[in-house]
């Protein structure tokens, strides 16, 4: 396949870049930055334009975003986070129309927060929504993605959960305490954490690239835990003593809206529709995925 890709980069983007290499595609990333030099199947852009109208895609995958848990969501931030994926969609839906052919395909990624905050009742794709911030940026970015649909594009949405891996994300932050001696769990505890080892991101993303599949996908490993839940497993595995919550207002104080968003509320997500399509998760568990992550 022929395929380019936004955020491929970045910590899910760049590990998924090498997956399609090695699996025989070619690859053009869309990036900023211009340091990076093309390799054998693998091209960089730093501009759309620069792509040829005679090109043709099999797909795009569209993963660019600035990082949403980094610093207090003031109004200059979230006018940040929004146009950084609804604008870079728009400009690949520019790119898609300008195009001889349009992509057969778009992979589109949108996130578990397209929910909002919500109790412990399981949510497959088709669950109802809280308004929030998090909702509103992730349904702007669905909404333009779906737009790939009037040019006649297979559309894909892909709502990841927490993404766990050894080499960034939020692994390496629940884990730092935790090596230390130290669980922590986020106020109550009780909200849910709906995770998901990095390396099934991968393969579901390949799975829909594949098939002939097209909707929103939550791409959440099945058995989603509580954020306490989380912190006693990791904390069985690293053999940490001591228990340490941090309260709700603490978290409120240093981070705002983004601690009553993101860390202190959660949504117990499943994977209905990619289980019902036959996609098989390697990392059904915690327990399993904690000891692929703590291995060696
Ligand atoms: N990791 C998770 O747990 C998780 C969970 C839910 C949703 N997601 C979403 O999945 C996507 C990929 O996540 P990730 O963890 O791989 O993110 P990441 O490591 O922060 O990488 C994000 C990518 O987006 C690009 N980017 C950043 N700021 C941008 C901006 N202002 N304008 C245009 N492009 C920008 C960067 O590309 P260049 O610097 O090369 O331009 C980078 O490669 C993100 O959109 C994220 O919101 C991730």
New binding site residues.
């Given amino acids: 396949m022929n395929i380019l890709i ?8 760049s590990p998924l870049v090498r997956h399609l290499l090695e699996r025989g595609d070619t690859v053009t ?1 869309y ?3 211009p340091d990076f030099e093309d390799d054998v199947g693998l091209r960089y852009v730093n501009r759309l334009d620069d792509v040829s109208a005679s090109t043709f895609y099999d797909a795009f995958i569209n ?6 848990a980094e610093g207090r969501w003031t109004a200059a931030r979230k006018r ?1 986070l929004v ?3 609804v ?2 969609t728009e400009g690949l839906l520019a790119l898609a129309e300008r195009l001889e052919r349009p992509p057969s395909a778009l992979i589109s ?4 927060g397209y929910y909002g905050p919500q109790d412990d009742t399981p949510l497959g794709e088709e669950a109802t929504t809280v308004d929030c911030f998090s909702h509103q940026l992730c349904a702007a970015w669905e909404t333009a993605a779906r737009r790939f649909e009037t040019i006649g594009s297979r559309v894909c949405i892909v709502r ?4 766990l891996e050894r080499d ?3 692994f390496a932050q629940l884990d730092k305490s935790v090596q230390m001696g130290v669980k922590t769990w986020l106020g109550s505890g009780r909200q849910y954490l709906s995770w998901v080892h990095r390396e099934d991101v991968i393969r579901a993303i390949a799975f829909l690239l594949d098939g002939k599949l097209s909707g929103a996908f939550n791409l959440t490993a099945p058995e989603p835990v509580t954020n306490r839940g989380f912190s006693e497993a990791l904390a069985g595995h690293r053999r940490s003593l001591i228990g340490l919550p941090v309260p709700g207002f603490v978290m409120r104080a240093a981070l705002g809206q983004l601690a009553d968003e993101l860390l202190l509320t959660g949504q117990r997500v499943v994977p209905e529709r990619l289980e019902a399509a036959g996609f098989a998760f390697e990392y059904r568990s915690l327990d399993q995925a904690l000891c692929a992550l703590l291995a060696s």
């Fill in positions: 936004t955020g491929g980069t970045g910590f899910i983007g990333v990036t900023r930055n993963l660019a975003g600035e990082s949403i940040a146009d950084s994926r604008g870079t990624a949108s996130a578990i990841l959960g927490v993404v960034g994300g939020a």
